[in-house]
């Protein structure tokens, strides 16, 4: 049986637990990812002939290296490359949670947005046209409500097309001024030069950018871990004076 992993992001308490039970019910576990003394809750569950690993990443508001909730979410989605990330917001606070989902858009382009707490919202009278949010991010978002069991079979649908490779994003990215993108282009070319395209470049550029050295000395500790003669000083030494470079 084909298997896929699924990581759930999103904010704080929008329900990223509760979707996680929702689906995989009992067959649930707790395991170490790449070394990392945190342990993720990961479970699983079948759908049409596929299974579906999930793994239940911290809530954050955002993704840099302000904490080590941010780190461990952030560097499983960039590092370990899920099938998809599954972005849970809160509907009745999308402005709170648009933030996050813009950063997540710049990591992957294997993005889908769930609009959870949908029953709530309509309590409140607030209306969201999903239609229209998926086109300007260019992701698939689907309403749901995780505590009441709407909206998951679709969901699940559109994880199997997005694992299969039936549905294309063309996810948001900031544009920012000239100077800033051209040091942008030239740093990603750098990069690419160091880590080909197993890693998000633009994204990494923009970090880098803004002078986030642990995300440089995690990135750094990659590269000596994927080549296995060793340690690749050379990549690591590239990446030093490209970031002493740029940084500002
Ligand atoms: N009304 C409503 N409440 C929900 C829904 N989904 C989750 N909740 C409630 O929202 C609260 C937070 O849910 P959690 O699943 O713990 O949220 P979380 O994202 O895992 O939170 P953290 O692990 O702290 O990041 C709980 O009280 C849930 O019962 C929903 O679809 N509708
Ligand atoms: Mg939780």
């Not at 067959?27 to 809750?41: D, E, I, P």
């Not at 991010?137 to 309403?143: E, M, N, S």
């Not at 063309?170 to 001024?177: G, I, L, Q, V």
Request: charged content about 25%.
């Amino acid at each position: 049986m084909r298997s896929f992993t699924i990581a759930l992001a999103g904010n704080p308490n929008t329900g990223k637990s509760t979707l996680f039970n929702a689906l995989t019910g009992l067959k649930q576990h707790t395991g170490n990812w790449s070394g990392k003394t945190v342990s993720l809750a990961s479970g699983y569950y079948e759908f049409k002939d596929v299974r579906f690993e999930f793994v239940d990443l911290p809530g954050t508001y955002s993704l840099f290296s302000n904490s080590s909730d941010e780190e461990v979410a952030r560097d499983f989605i960039v590092f370990e490359k899920p099938d998809v990330t599954l972005l849970v917001l809160d509907s009745t606070a999308l402005e709170r949670s648009l933030n996050l989902a813009l950063q997540v858009l710049e990591m992957t382009d294997r993005v889908i947005i769930c609009l959870n707490l949908m029953d709530e919202a309509k309590k409140k009278g607030i209306k969201i046209h999903a239609g229209k949010l998926s086109k300007k991010l260019g992701v698939p978002v689907i309403p749901i409500s995780a505590r009441n069991n709407e909206g998951l079979d679709v969901l699940s649908d559109h994880l199997l097309r997005m694992c299969l490779g039936e549905i294309q994003t063309t996810p948001y990215r900031m544009k920012y001024n000239e100077q800033l993108e051209s040091n942008i282009a030239r740093l990603e070319s750098e990069i690419t030069d160091i880590v080909g395209n197993d890693f998000p470049t633009r994204w990494l550029a923009i970090r880098f950018l803004d002078g986030d050295k642990k995300l440089i000395s995690t990135l750094q500790d990659r590269i000596s871990a994927q080549d296995k003669g060793g340690v690749n000083y050379g990549a690591a030494k590239t990446l030093r004076s490209s970031n002493s470079h740029h940084s500002c």
